[in-house]
């Protein structure tokens, strides 16, 4: 396999000798633009305008300053069609921003571009959406179950999952930044690779015992026999959900099954 | 049939193909086909960056893809076959007789196009293609996610469904 | 109540905003959020009762950027408060059986919503075109921020339009007599764990080794009911 980092597989990529400092003011600028790296999120460019706002500051270390001729093109450039996982996507404003501060030919740049998209939200959808988003969730629901206060519940969930939140965003300004168009390699870490599989293991433990702990809570004082009737119910329930993926959504029926208790419960009494 | 879902999707391998319908199917190999991606290593290195590794990924042109397409069906794991415009699925649509149902997954804007679905954006040219495939005998509905509505090429087409 | 619905407003709208356009730090997954608009009506235990349920929901849905999903930064804060509201004047059953569902039904709105306002953002940015081919630093921010003001009132209208139906209602619904409403919550309890279950199992399943630690995680769970229903 070849190594992606390798400056023949990537002409003209940065060798990581050299050492291209982000000056302080611009890095942090461009952190505090990455946390609305989708304000302008459409179905036209998605989160293309996005890069451009995060990368923009960067931008302005370019001969001629802001509003000069490379900034211009530049930013261009970067505010077109760009899809990815809104954290992962810092790896993308990392690496774009050095690559135009490098002065890399705009060709390369663009199709490097395109090339990033699917990639960086391949790996955050599977890192985040479905790791650490539902692992965090099922271990807050798991305090919940033995007992923990509504405050605790909400700051572990907060704490746990911001923790990854935020370095993922930070790193990958940093990752990419640092490899430029070689950014491929830091997207082989392990945290990034192996990350999806340690965080489903996880989630899946968590989501084993926090879904009778949650619903034995639910129930509150019925005793046993009623929490297991209704865990039989949820298990059956989840079963018909599982044979019927991909052509039923759970919460759908259960906002028609909830409503429609609710006024038979009324009727029954009126 | 081994390959689940032949899918256009400009956005090449990403979470919605990866996880979206990867989990669901139970997906344990991608077919790419792009003649670009499959001469270019580096964007190879980079798409195989965003695949579990439980799931394979090939890179072939469409050339190749004519040539292994039998091999790849006759595969016993389930699999996805992915090309990022209509055009490349036509030509795979016109070679292999055994290849009659298309998924539009994504096809975004760029100038010249116009929206038909809130991730289908077409040409004239694209459309006149979409239809010149039914013509032939493809099924091709749109659907981005499992859990959304299949929905027909001509609704598609209508630009009626826009939400 | 019109201070009430006017503060689920607000609440709402920094709720919904987080969802996707800033700063996505997950203050508007329902456990937080709906225990938040709980404690704005005075009771974030019931809040986070609602938002428990409610969270069990949210697995099934994931939010990749394209799709349609829930929104449940704006639905889950009334939610949660019109939970705590009925419970204070009435029952918590009957409160909860309106409430959980008024947040699902409010949270499709709210995906719906998203739609719309992509929709906008995409004809803002379409307008714009030759300013972001000239490289204009202002059309790229002036987009960002009309983008992120447009979803502060999207998901503020929601919710101030969801409180203005619910906390009224449930006033109305907690205070009725029910007599079943002792199986409201083991109702609300098996639908929200089988959704929850049957997406852990479509999130997981298909990663090496997760079935272990499936029946490792339930093992404990059930070893741990079975103690604490003692």
């Known amino acids: 396999m070849a190594d992606p980092t390798a400056p023949a597989s990537v002409p003209n990529a940065p060798t990581g000798t050299e050492r291209l400092q982000l000056p302080m003011a611009t890095r942090v600028a461009i952190i505090s633009r990455l946390f609305a790296v989708q304000a302008s999120w459409n179905y036209e460019i998605l989160i293309g305008n996005g890069i451009g706002f995060c990368v923009e500051p960067a931008l302005r270390l370019l001969p001629g300053g802001a509003g000069g001729d490379k900034y211009r093109a530049a930013l261009a ?72 206060s509504p405050l605790a519940c909400m700051l572990v969930f907060l704490l746990l999952y911001n923790a990854g939140h935020v370095t993922l965003r930070l790193w990958g300004l940093q990752m990419g930044w640092e490899k430029g168009l070689g950014v491929a390699a830091a997207l082989g870490h392990p945290i990034l690779r192996m990350g999806p599989v340690w965080l489903a293991r996880a989630g899946t433990f968590l989501a084993g015992a926090a879904v009778p702990l949650t619903v034995m809570r639910l129930v509150n004082g019925g005793g046993l026999v009623r929490t297991g009737i209704t865990l039989v119910t949820a298990a059956v329930g989840a079963s018909m959900l599982v044979l019927f993926h991909g052509r039923v959504e759970g919460w759908r029926l259960a906002l028609l099954a909830g409503f429609a208790a609710l006024v038979f419960f009324l009727i029954r009494h009126a | 049939m081994p390959i689940e879902l032949h899918r256009i999707d400009d956005r090449l391998i990403h979470g919605q193909v990866v996880v979206g319908w990867g989990q669901p199917l139970e997906l344990r190999f991608l077919v790419l086909v792009d003649d670009e991606v499959a001469g270019s290593e580096w964007e190879q290195e980079l798409y195989r960056m965003g695949v579990p590794p439980e799931m394979r990924v090939e890179f072939v042109s469409v050339a190749q893809a004519i040539e292994k397409y039998a091999s790849f069906a006759s595969d016993p794991k389930p699999g996805m076959l992915l090309t990022g415009d209509i055009d490349t699925m036509a030509r795979l649509c016109a070679a292999i007789p055994a290849l009659r149902r298309v998924n539009l997954g994504g096809v975004h804007h760029r100038a010249g196009r116009a929206q038909k679905l809130r991730y289908i954006f077409l040409t004239n040219a694209e459309e006149a293609e979409l239809r010149a495939m039914a013509a032939g005998g493809v099924e091709i509905s749109a659907q981005d996610v499992p859990a959304a509505r299949v929905i027909p090429l001509e609704t598609v087409l209508a630009g009626e469904a826009t939400t | 109540m019109i201070v009430d619905v006017l503060a689920l407003g607000v609440l709402g709208a920094v709720l919904g905003l987080d969802v996707v356009s800033f700063p996505q730090a997950q203050v508007s997954r329902p456990i937080v959020a709906a225990t938040l608009g ?83 953002n995409a004809r803002l940015a379409r307008r714009r075109l030759e300013a972001l081919a000239r490289g204009s630093a202002r059309t790229v921010a002036g987009l960002q921020v009309a983008g992120a003001s447009a979803d502060l009132v999207r998901s503020g209208m929601i919710s101030l339009l969801a409180a203005a139906v619910a906390l009224p209602a449930v006033r109305w619904i907690a205070v009725q007599p029910a007599p079943l409403s002792g199986y409201a919550l083991p109702l609300l309890a098996a639908m929200g764990g089988a959704v929850a279950a049957g997406a852990a199992w479509k999130m997981f399943h298909s990663t090496s080794g997760t079935r272990w630690f499936g029946i490792a995680g339930l093992a404990v769970g059930i070893g741990l009911v079975v103690l604490m229903s003692r």
């Open chain 1, 77 to 148: 450039r970067q505010s077109q069609y760009f899809n990815a996982h809104p954290y992962l996507s810092s790896f993308a404003v990392g690496a774009l921003a050095r690559a135009e501060i490098e002065g890399q030919p705009a060709a390369r740049i663009e199709r490097f571009r395109t090339a990033l998209c699917g990639p960086l939200g391949s790996v955050g959808d599977r890192l985040v959406w479905v790791g650490l988003l539902p692992t965090c969730s099922f271990g807050s629901l798991f305090l919940f179950g033995i007992g923990a």
């Open chain 3, 38 to 120: 709980g404690a704005l009506a005075g009771n974030a235990g019931v809040g986070m009762l609602c938002g428990v349920v409610l969270e069990l929901f949210a697995h099934e849905t994931l939010p990749f950027g394209a799709s349609r999903y829930p929104e449940w930064g704006s639905s889950s804060p009334v939610a949660g408060a019109a939970a705590a509201v009925g419970a204070s004047v009435g029952e918590l059953p009957m409160a909860l059986l309106f409430a959980v569902p008024f947040g699902l039904l409010t949270a499709s709105i709210g995906g719906w919503s998203m739609v719309k306002l992509r929709q906008l």
